[in-house]
């Protein structure tokens, strides 16, 4: 956790739900984080169970109880209104994020390098296996963000070769207003840094369109 750089009373928090490759700690992450941080914002990530330090098993529900976890931690313990808080979800943490903002109130939701579901995305890397048969977990966000009620940003890597840039458009394309889609420079991992001119205006041009704190 990493405390807002302005006001208590008045900064915006952001919940980090991280990908499924590594953890909170994995090189790039914390990177990331301090440059959300930099853009003003109190950060939070919290690494699921079974990743990192955290004890126990993954499992799509564990992940989404973890995620719940940390967003009542945010509004019980440390007091942050829903518009004050912002959603983050990368790759997998996408689909988390997704399900965990469709859920609770916040003041919008950030989704970078996100997918429809593991079925479609898992058949459209490996066409010739029946994914859509043989995955266990669904992570179905486009089957979910179609009842969000909060303003929504998709970042997506142009050159993203884990989840292709379609991937991010259709999940876009299936999402009500207001939303804005940001495409930038770089992969799945490093868009923050490949293209961080673009990705940080993008998110400060996001930040200001959303109610004030």
């Known amino acids: 956790m990493i405390p807002p750089p302005g006001p208590a009373d008045s900064a915006r928090w952001v919940l980090i739900l991280h990908g499924n490759a590594g953890n909170l700690a994995t090189p790039g992450r914390p990177e990331h984080d301090r440059q959300l941080h930099d853009l ?11 990743y990192g330090e955290s ?11 973890d995620a719940r976890s940390a967003y009542d931690f945010l509004r019980d313990s440390l007091r942050i209104p829903p518009n ?6 990368h790759s997998l943490g996408s689909a988390v994020a997704t399900q965990l903002a469709t859920s ?17 995305l ?12 043989l995955s266990r977990n669904r992570f179905d966000s ?20 884990t989840v292709p840039l379609a991937q991010g458009r259709r999940l876009f394309a299936a999402a009500p207003e207001p ?34 704190p």
């Open 40 to 50: 003003g914002l109190g950060v939070l990530a919290p690494d699921y169970r079974g």
């Open 55 to 65: 004890e126990g098993k993954p499992s799509e529900a564990g992940l989404y109880a």
């Open 84 to 89: 004050r808080i912002l959603i983050y979800g």
């Open 104 to 120: 609770v109130d916040a003041a919008g939701l950030i989704l970078e390098g996100s997918f429809t579901s593991v079925a479609d």
């Open 122 to 133: 898992g058949q459209e890397i490996y066409p010739w296996v029946p994914v859509r048969w």
């Open 142 to 161: 486009k089957g979910r963000i179609g009842s969000l009620r909060m303003p929504l940003l998709v970042i997506h890597g142009r050159n993203d070769m």
């Open 179 to 212: 939303k804005t889609f940001l495409e930038v420079p770089g992969g799945h991992d490093d868009a923050f840094e490949t293209g961080a001119e673009a990705y940080e205006a993008g998110i400060r041009r996001f930040l200001g369109t959303l109610r004030g």
